[in-house]
């Protein structure tokens, strides 16, 4: 039973490249969401879906991308890396919010943008 | 708008109990979670409560929610070294389709 699984788990980029942050899980979950983590600052929101073909912005969501285009997969994409974006993402899945659902957390990936 | 607040430290003697508590904003919120991540790991969800509970007990675990003060706090029972980790404070309502998460609070415990 994989969950919730997130590539890679550790990458370093250059400014102003780009990439995506896979994220898949096999629950048949409607919610995905991705969040970043940054000291003292808690999980923020950067976007988030509420099933395939629906995505919205969470708290911080200028310089990445999501495409829900199925319902496993929900991948994030950093446009043009900054430093700024050096940071733990998180991918979670849940069922539908409101019902007191557990979320199910990925694993992690940690990002450095030199 | 929606906030959740929660200290950045605790540290607690191994074998004393350890409260960590939380204030959120949102009157409407429906769902109030704790969830625990350790070093190097995701979050896993440790308990949850729903807003027209006022306790809930599992284990070493005592949630209290104060909803007229908007407070919850998570009390661990004879804390020991494996309960290090940080803590995160989360809500969420049944409109929404989001769940807001605390800063998270460190618990460090000494011998």
């Known amino acids: 039973n994989a969950g919730v699984t997130q590539t890679p788990k550790f990458q370093v980029l250059k400014t102003g490249q780009s990439m995506t942050l896979q994220c898949a899980q096999d629950?048949?979950?409607?919610?995905m969401s991705w969040y970043r983590q940054d000291p003292g600052m808690g999980l923020r929101l950067i976007h988030y879906?509420?099933?395939?073909?629906?995505?919205d912005q969470g708290e911080v969501p200028n310089g990445y991308n999501v495409s829900r285009s199925t319902t496993e997969d929900f991948p994030l994409r950093l446009l043009s890396a900054a430093p700024s974006q050096t940071s733990v993402y998180f991918c979670?899945?849940?069922?539908?919010?409101?019902?007191?659902?557990?979320?199910?957390f990925g694993e992690g990936s940690w990002l450095t943008v030199v | 708008g929606e906030d959740v607040e929660q200290s950045l430290f605790l540290s607690v003697r191994e074998g004393d109990s350890s409260v960590i508590n939380c204030t959120y904003t949102?009157?409407?919120?429906?769902?109030l979670y704790w969830y625990k991540q350790e070093p190097g790991a995701g979050l896993q969800l440790l308990t949850y409560?729903?807003?027209?509970?006022d306790m809930k007990q599992d284990q070493r675990l005592t949630v209290l929610l104060n909803k007229k003060d908007k407070h919850l706090s998570l009390r661990i029972a004879d804390t020991q070294t494996g309960d290090s980790a940080i803590y995160f404070c989360?809500?969420?309502?049944?409109?929404?389709?989001?769940?807001?998460f605390g800063s998270g609070t460190r618990l460090s415990i000494r011998p």
């Open positions: 949102d009157s409407s919120s429906t769902y």
């Open positions: 879906s509420v099933g395939a073909g629906i995505t």
């Open positions: 629950m048949n979950h409607e919610y």
């Open positions: 979670a899945s849940s069922e539908l919010q409101g019902s007191g659902n557990t979320i199910y």
């Open positions: 989360a809500e969420t309502h049944s409109s929404a389709s989001k769940i807001i």
């Open positions: 409560i729903f807003s027209n509970m």
